[in-house]
């Protein structure tokens, strides 16, 4: 199945000031979609500024890559929180079960292939 993602991303309007309470019950379908499905989960495309919740995925890693903006990746992993600064065509692959979230995001376009079931927290979750 091709997908253009130049194509889907032009459909998105930009979320700007997305907060981490997004994740539970505003529509979102403005400003996030889903390229195509990809084993137990699919390739998604989002477009907004700000930051997100706590999440994690405990089936598989999740590829995250920014298309264009910033970003700053924050990963918990031994009760301390590891960032990584994204700019346009970088990427970071988060392992299976860590919780992440996105913080500082710019005008950011990110793709990610992402399993699911997806796990949210708004509070920082205790590992």
Known sequence: MKKSLTEVLSGLKHLPNRTPELAFGQD???FFAEVAPY??????VSYYS?????????????VVMVLA??????LLRDAKEE?????EHELVV???????????????????????PTEHSLETPAV
């Open 39 to 44: 084993r137990d989960g699919a390739v998604y």
């Open 28 to 30: 979102a379908s403005e």
């Open 94 to 116: 988060i392992p299976v079960g860590v919780w992440h979230r996105f913080e500082g995001s710019d005008r950011l376009k990110v793709m990610t292939i992402t399993p699911q």
């Open 69 to 74: 903006g910033t970003t700053t990746v924050v």
């Open 50 to 62: 700000g930051s997100s919740e706590w999440e994690r995925h405990p089936n598989g890693d999740e």
């Open 83 to 87: 960032r990584f600064f994204l700019t």
